[in-house]
């Protein structure tokens, strides 16, 4: 029997144009899609290009994009010409929304507070935004939650880094030249980064301990066997995210924070709130305890620092302890978390793209809503629609 007439048609897809430039950042090596996600969009009858060389830093040759389908072409102009989606890792600049058409859509992390001039540039010029970081973190966006993937990378290279500076062995050995005791790494603030710094350096043998404010974390972190430090404080606020303390609570958590500090080997500290300067937690008087040749990787260093001595971007030494404050550590796994950057932005496009290959306009999606930074001629993140009324541009 032969089926009926309407599903014997097959649908035309309208190719959508997404187009993948070369991050442009010093130090950025990542790269928002990967070949195997090219080849999903490109047999759902999408048209993508990448700039030239935009993959070669993370170890994702042109080559590889050719054969999954897109086209690589060699500069901006022609990159952004009739896109209708582009995808970043790093905000556009000023001079990149200036070649993008009137509606496109961009999608990637976009940093708003630090990044006022070009979110205004995209106002002006009509540009729809999404920030990743808006994403909700409700269940049905985990796969979109690129802060979680990327501070999945960045805490196992925290960890890595700190093993790498440390001048004592991690696990405990016994060897014919005697027992050696297994290194102490601290970790402060156990959310996603904390969580996989803790499992990556129990991994390597270390005796880990770590803390944080929300109470909620303890179970986490003993499942990784490692031990919580516990202090009478619940600081769990709206969403997870944890809230600030009060005086006479951030004096107590100091106390013990500073002595667990004095006995690690390595510290790793990750506490940040959201849109906030992160707060200290390990003082100039506190790096003074520690024992010579104790390593801080600081996580928090581009907020400001979790310890008094970080420098963002540099490594200090004071009184025989470096103090780590590295920039960007995702991008130092630039394959793996381009590829789970990758993905994010894959199902991401899954709620702009409708089955039959249309973009959709309406954004009534609750994740589209609660991410969409820029849209016709408007800032829709009243934070930062704030920020920009307040001053310039
Ligand atoms: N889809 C989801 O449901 C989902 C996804 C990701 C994260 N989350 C939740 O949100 C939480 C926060 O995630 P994050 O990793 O992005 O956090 P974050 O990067 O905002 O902060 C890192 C950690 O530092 C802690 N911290 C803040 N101030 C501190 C202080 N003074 N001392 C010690 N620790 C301090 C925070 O509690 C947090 O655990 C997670 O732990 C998780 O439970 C939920």
New binding site residues.
Partial sequence: MSAPASTQETKTIQPVVIAVPKEQVTGEQRVATVPEVVQKLTKAGHVVRIEHDAGTAAYYPDALYTAAGATIVAGRHELFSGAKVVLVVQPPTVSDVDLLAEGTIVVGFMNPTRNLDAIARMRDRKITAFALELVP???R??SM?A??SQ?TAGGYVAAVLGADNCPKFLPMLTTAAGTIRPATVLI???????LMAIATAKRLGALVEA????RA?GEQVRSLGAKFLELEINAEGQG???RE?TAEEKVK?QEMVSAAVARADIVIT?????GRKA?V?VTKKTVATMKPGAVIIDMAAESGGNCELTQAGKTVKEDGVMIIGPQNLPARVPFHSSQMYAKNLQSFLGLLITKDGTLVTEFSDEILTASLLVHAGKVAHKPTADLLNRGTP
């Fill in positions: 973190r409700i269940t966006a985990q939650d802060l979680s501070a402060l603030g156990a959310g996603v980064a904390g803390y944080d404010v929300r974390a997870g995210y944890a303390l958590e990750t506490a940040a709130i959201p707060p937690l």
